[in-house]
């Protein structure tokens, strides 16, 4: 069996000062009950946290679900047959169920009951791991009753007891497929090892076979957590619950089924996207997409859009968009596309409707474009009403999102359609500024499909509530392509043709 032991009370590099000998007994007896729950990580969650004070004051103990696993986790270490083979757990769910809650108190009892345990956090973005996975660490690792025994960083969760810095840890770390090393050194023969993904959907192929290499450890425990929002329909996440099914034990969870999820917000995605929709099998149910991936325009289409150089463009028409901010962190984009050419020419944060209005009026003189597009919802219908009341009602166009599509059958609203003809347009070779910002909004928002099978875009409120910004700029271009204007070359009088018809001059 593994060897565990608690650590010398208050061990660091800078010696505190000589603790009482009551402080000393109260250590003593502390690691002593720590080390009961060796093999028990839901006895050690439920004696290490003050339950019902402080910031759990709305919790008895861990969520149903949550002592499942700590309970599927103590079994399997417990069972002479299994207690130094791998134990490989997969949940797949929808939002709010307390994921990363859970992978803060395996972390806790995994160092706190085992010496030089070994623990390695990843999840599919830096910025998850920054902003979400590792705060939370961080919490719990505060809340617990022998919080003082570890050194909390920026990046790692470290051992307090002298000469053991390097190998009583846990870390955060990102990956890469170009520089996979970090996952291929997670051995920790004789010890415990813990590796979690969070959002194991996103995490390549490549980290997943990697860190394979770390399950062949002699006489070691070994545990393995993946978690997710089952986003993709393929990959080794997907696998966990296929082919791979019998390596894992696996739980689908939905959200509504779990206490303290916010079952308001829950029921207004449901009325918003529909039961059926992806949007809402992936992040209520669940379950996974009908599509194989969830990002509707790759980042290689986009990539290569900023090192595309448009030519014979000049003669083509003139679409000028505007989408017009609603809330204070995102911003007002104005923009231009000319054929296989896109420009953006101004970025503005806190204008008025009459500003907005102004800087549109300027455009419009100088670049004199056959078609203004601007968005109608909410407070940009104050920048139409100004702008038709200055005299440039002509060639001004209105963007409701909400609209039907043209074409009903393949999308689900105006915006998606929109989205969707962008999307064909760059695939086919198209010319945007080399903006990484601009990058970021066109890759950032997901896709599912209606219960008509619909091609259904992601809301920017959602978007916001995974970490990413108002997608502004890429909302602006999209605009571009809800009016088609046949080339002058083609017809002499401006004409509007809209998505649907078989017109195709606009792509030139």
């Known amino acids: 069996m593994t060897s565990h032991r608690p650590p010398t009370p208050y061990a660091s590099n800078t010696p505190p000062p000589l603790p009482s000998p009551l402080v000393q007994d109260w250590e003593q007896e502390l690691g002593g009950d720590l080390l009961q729950y060796t093999l028990d990580p839901l006895g050690f969650v439920k004696y290490a946290y003050d339950w019902r004070k402080e910031a759990l004051q709305d919790s008895d103990g861990p969520r149903l679900?949550?002592?499942?696993?700590?309970?599927?986790?103590?079994?399997?270490?417990?069972?002479?047959?299994?207690?130094?083979?791998?134990?490989?757990?997969?949940?797949?769910?929808?939002?709010?169920?307390?994921?990363?809650?859970?992978?803060?108190?395996?972390?806790?009892?995994?160092?706190?009951?085992?010496?030089?345990?070994?623990?390695?956090?990843?999840?599919?973005?830096?910025?998850?791991?920054?902003?979400?996975?590792?705060?939370?660490?961080?919490?719990?690792?505060?809340?617990?009753?022998?919080?003082?025994?570890?050194?909390?960083?920026?990046?790692?969760?470290?051992?307090?007891?002298?000469?053991?810095?390097?190998?009583?840890?846990a870390d955060a770390l990102t990956w890469s497929e170009e520089n996979s090393e970090?996952?291929?050194?997670?051995?920790?023969?004789?010890?415990?090892?813990?590796?979690?993904?969070?959002?194991?959907?996103?995490?390549?192929?490549?980290?997943?076979?990697?860190?394979?290499?770390?399950?062949?450890?002699?006489?070691?425990?070994?545990?393995?957590?993946?978690?997710?929002?089952?986003?993709?329909?393929?990959?080794?996440?997907?696998?966990?619950?296929?082919?791979?099914?019998?390596?894992?034990?696996?739980?689908?969870?939905?959200?509504?089924?779990?206490?303290?999820?916010n079952k308001e917000q829950i029921a207004k995605w449901i009325e918003d996207y529909g039961e059926d929709s992806d949007f809402v099998r992936i992040r209520v149910r669940g379950e996974f997409p009908r599509a194989g991936s969830t990002q509707l325009i790759p980042s290689d289409t986009v990539a290569m859009a900023r090192r595309y150089r448009a030519e014979g463009f000049t003669s083509l028409p003139k679409i000028l968009a505007c989408d017009v901010a609603r809330y204070g962190d995102a911003?007002?984009?104005?923009?231009?596309?000319?054929?296989?050419?896109?420009?953006?020419?101004?970025?503005?944060?806190?204008?008025?409707?009459?500003?907005?209005?102004?800087?549109?009026?300027?455009?419009?003189?100088?670049?004199?474009?056959?078609?203004?597009?601007?968005?109608?919802?909410?407070?940009?219908?104050?920048?139409?009403?100004?702008?038709?009341?200055?005299?440039?009602?002509?060639?001004?166009?209105?963007?409701?999102?909400?609209?039907?599509?043209?074409?009903?059958?393949?999308?689900?609203?105006?915006?998606?359609?929109?989205?969707?003809?962008?999307?064909?347009?760059?695939?086919a070779g198209a010319e945007i500024p080399d903006d990484p910002e601009l990058e970021s909004d066109l890759t950032g928002p997901q896709y599912g499909f209606s219960s008509k099978q619909q091609i259904q875009l992601e809301k920017k409120e959602d978007m916001k509530k995974r970490g990413l910004a108002s997608p502004d700029c890429a909302d602006m271009l999209a605009m571009t392509f809800s009016v088609k204007i046949m080339s002058k070359q083609v017809i002499r009088k401006t004409q509007l043709v809209y998505p649907g018809q078989r017109d195709q001059s606009w792509m030139q």
């Not at 080794?236 to 082919?243: D, L, N």
């Not at 419009?364 to 940009?380: H, K, M, R, Y």
């Open 182 to 261: 970090a996952f291929s050194g997670l051995h920790n023969q004789g010890k415990r090892i813990i590796v979690v993904y969070d959002e194991a959907s996103g995490i390549s192929d490549k980290i997943w076979e990697v860190s394979e290499g770390a399950l062949t450890d002699e006489e070691t425990e070994i545990i393995w957590l993946a978690f997710g929002n089952p986003t993709q329909n393929t990959g080794r996440f997907r696998e966990c619950f296929g082919s791979q099914r019998h390596r894992w034990k696996t739980m689908q969870i939905d959200s509504r089924t779990v206490e303290g999820t």
């Open 331 to 427: 911003q007002t984009v104005i923009g231009l596309r000319q054929g296989r050419k896109s420009v953006i020419l101004a970025k503005h944060r806190g204008l008025s409707t009459v500003q907005t209005a102004e800087r549109l009026i300027a455009f419009i003189q100088s670049e004199a474009p056959d078609a203004t597009v601007v968005d109608g919802d909410g407070l940009g219908a104050g920048v139409v009403d100004q702008l038709q009341y200055r005299g440039y009602g002509h060639k001004l166009f209105e963007f409701h999102g909400g609209e039907r599509a043209a074409d009903c059958n393949a999308y689900f609203n105006r915006r998606a359609e929109c989205w969707g003809l962008m999307r064909d347009w760059l695939a």
């Open 65 to 169: 679900w949550q002592e499942k696993i700590l309970r599927i986790i103590g079994e399997h270490l417990r069972s002479r047959k299994t207690h130094f083979q791998p134990c490989r757990i997969a949940v797949a769910s929808g939002h709010g169920i307390g994921k990363s809650a859970l992978i803060s108190m395996v972390t806790n009892w995994g160092m706190s009951t085992c010496d030089d345990c070994k623990v390695v956090i990843t999840a599919a973005t830096g910025r998850q791991l920054a902003t979400k996975t590792w705060p939370e660490l961080h919490k719990w690792s505060r809340l617990s009753i022998n919080s003082h025994w570890w050194e909390l960083g920026a990046t790692s969760v470290i051992s307090r007891e002298k000469g053991h810095e390097r190998t009583w840890r």
